[in-house]
């Protein structure tokens, strides 16, 4: 959308000549993923969240028939290596324009916005189904808004709100389809121990929410995920070395988007898809920071997870409680990975199995 003129607005991009606009309604669309298996006026028993195992929905009621919603957020196969590498060809070119900009040359940070548009255009959105699919469809519309508003900037001023906008719409594309980097952190800067005992309350909120998806309490869950974020705004990263600080900020602002989602759950099943989600970010704060206290973290696998397409979670022992599956198939994963406490207590980095 562009600048107003008189009772009109200039439209730059995603609209053609013909296509209809929506400009007053009696409810508000905020994302497709939204509108999935929700209540609605035209539909106010709602719809299925994701499929269930063995005949059987999340909750362990038996299921009769499969409705269109409940096809719709179903999760896919895992994102194939086309599509991820796609994804990070699109995070390669964000960074060329955070590194343009500090150039200050207005010409280049242009180009380097219509390198990212490229990026973008080039995501085979065929190749991404269910859940995929309806997350690729929201971040195609803000990176793409970002490209188009960055190839025409005029100021650098406009060019400072754009990269603002673009480094928090790359931090929901990373937290949204697990592109987080994976690497093994350097060890030698040092981590303070009340930083650690006050990242130790982010893991026993994250602990809880895991026991209490295993238990099938949807209510909980809730409370654990507003537990979590109390943690997190409770963090002093004043007590962190620089390098420390800047994994900080992009793990804590991975966490508040997955966490900001589940405010918005409003049945089990969607609650443990952001569980999901939430899991894969704290094993990467796991490997960062290490693990609360003197424990050891035990990543564990349940490969029918979300109608076969697995997921993983964080636990403090080898005693399966499936997040997942609940009652259904409390006992059904297995350990695939493990993260233990350091020998140096006030190192960043953590052995890694």
């Not at 059987?56 to 957020?73: E, H, V």
């Not at 424990?295 to 409680?321: E, I, N, R, V």
Request: proline share 3%.
């Amino acid at each position: 959308l562009g600048p107003r003129a008189g009772n009109y607005y200039i439209v730059r991009s995603g609209l053609e000549e013909g296509e209809l606009v929506v400009t007053k309604g009696n409810f508000k669309i905020d994302s497709a993923l939204q509108i999935q298996a929700k209540p609605s006026m035209m539909t106010p028993e709602g719809g299925g969240g994701g499929g269930g195992h063995a005949g059987m929905d999340m909750s362990g009621s038996k299921s009769k028939s499969k409705s269109k919603s409940d096809t719709g957020m179903k999760n896919s196969m895992a994102l194939s290596a086309i599509s991820r590498q796609q994804l990070y060809d699109i995070i390669r070119a964000s960074k060329k324009i955070t590194d343009t900009y500090k150039k200050q040359d207005i010409s280049e940070i242009r180009f380097a916005f219509e390198g990212l548009q490229k990026a973008v255009k080039a995501v085979d959105m065929e190749m991404l189904e269910g859940r995929w699919h309806m997350l690729w469809a929201e971040m195609l519309m803000r990176l793409n808004n970002d490209a188009v508003e960055g190839k025409d900037v005029k100021t650098l001023q406009e060019v400072e709100r754009i990269v603002e906008s673009l480094k928090t719409n790359i931090v929901s594309l990373k937290a949204k389809f697990g592109l987080m980097d994976m690497t093994k952190p350097k060890t030698h800067n040092a981590v303070e121990p009340e930083f650690l005992k006050q990242l130790g309350k982010v893991f026993d909120g994250y602990f809880e929410m895991q026991k209490v998806l295993a238990e099938d309490k949807f209510d909980k869950g809730i409370t654990a995920a507003d537990q979590i974020k109390k943690a997190i705004a409770g963090i002093d990263m004043k007590l962190l070395s620089d390098e420390n600080q800047q994994r900080w900020m992009k793990q804590s602002a991975a966490l508040k988007i997955i966490l900001s989602d589940a405010s918005s759950a409003e049945n089990i099943e969607s609650l443990r898809q952001v569980f999901a989600m939430l899991s894969g970010q704290m094993f990467v704060l796991g490997r960062q920071f290490g693990p609360p206290g003197e424990s050891t973290l035990y990543q564990l696998k349940c490969p029918m997870a979300f109608d076969g397409q697995g997921a993983t979670w964080l636990q403090q022992d080898k005693d399966t409680h499936n997040p997942y599956l609940g009652s259904v198939m409390l006992q059904c994963g297995d350990v695939v990975d493990v993260i233990r406490p350091a020998d140096d207590k006030n190192i960043g980095g953590r052995q890694h199995d």
